[in-house]
């Protein structure tokens, strides 16, 4: 069974501010199945990165994510007051199964 | 446009079976190439699939949870369901149902708002 972790847990920022999340797989994973998603309080979570760097619809372009095997990446070019939230990575393998990342929080400083 | 409601019971005895129900509208639970999936979120903590019903009504589980899971679908009422025995007070939860979606590779892209379950007496 594949287990993601996420790094760091919390990330205290400011707006405006560049950041980078992390999500590493326990094994090579294909970059199709892996995906990211926002989970702010009382919400479902919101699916932003699909195929490892393809943004969904209506998510804005400073969300980026890349990666490739073992290591995936999320960037937010610039943080926006609506982008504090919590990140989560996901991948898609054999059986229909769903994995989840532990996700990194992101607060404001 | 898809949307997806989740319901049942929000308060569960221990050693019972949760039952939830996921109403799909906008669009059809059958007819097309989609799984349609639970996940659930315990209080402070991240999150955890559950289990998968493809269109066809093949089914996959969480292998950590299988023993006690069943999804079921009523096509009829465009409805699946999530049945969960045996329940302990680490299954307290909110319970969502999600669709993934073929063109994003499976991906989740549409989610039921939730809906919190506590097991207690």
């Known amino acids: 069974e594949i287990v993601l972790t996420q790094s760091p847990g919390t990330l205290s920022l400011s707006p405006g501010e560049r950041v980078t999340l992390s999500c590493r797989t326990s094994?090579?994973?294909?970059?199709?199945?892996l995906a990211w998603y926002q989970q702010k309080p009382g919400q479902a979570p919101r699916l932003l990165i699909y195929d490892a760097s393809s943004r969904a619809t209506g998510i804005p372009d400073r969300f980026s994510g890349s990666g490739s095997g073992t290591g995936f990446t999320l960037t937010i070019s610039r943080l926006e007051p609506e982008d504090f939230a919590v990140y989560y990575c996901?991948?898609?393998?054999?059986?229909?199964?769903?994995?989840f990342g532990q996700g990194t929080k992101l607060q404001i400083k | 446009q898809l949307q997806l409601q989740e319901s049942g019971p929000g308060l569960v005895k221990p050693s019972e079976t949760l039952s939830l129900t996921c109403t799909v509208s906008g669009g059809s639970l059958r007819g097309s190439s989609y799984y349609w999936g639970w996940i659930r979120q315990p209080p402070g903590k991240g999150l955890e699939w559950i289990g998968s019903i493809y269109y066809t009504g093949t089914t996959y589980y969480n292998s950590s949870l299988k023993t006690r899971v069943t999804i079921s679908d009523d096509t009829s009422k465009n409805q699946f369901s999530l049945k969960l025995r045996s329940v302990t007070a680490a299954d307290t939860a909110i319970y969502y149902c999600a669709r993934p979606s073929t063109n994003y590779f499976n991906a989740l892209d549409v989610w039921g708002q939730g809906t919190t379950v506590t097991v207690s007496s």
């Open positions: 094994q090579s994973v294909t970059s199709t199945y």
């Open positions: 996901q991948h898609y393998g054999s059986s229909a199964m769903y994995t």
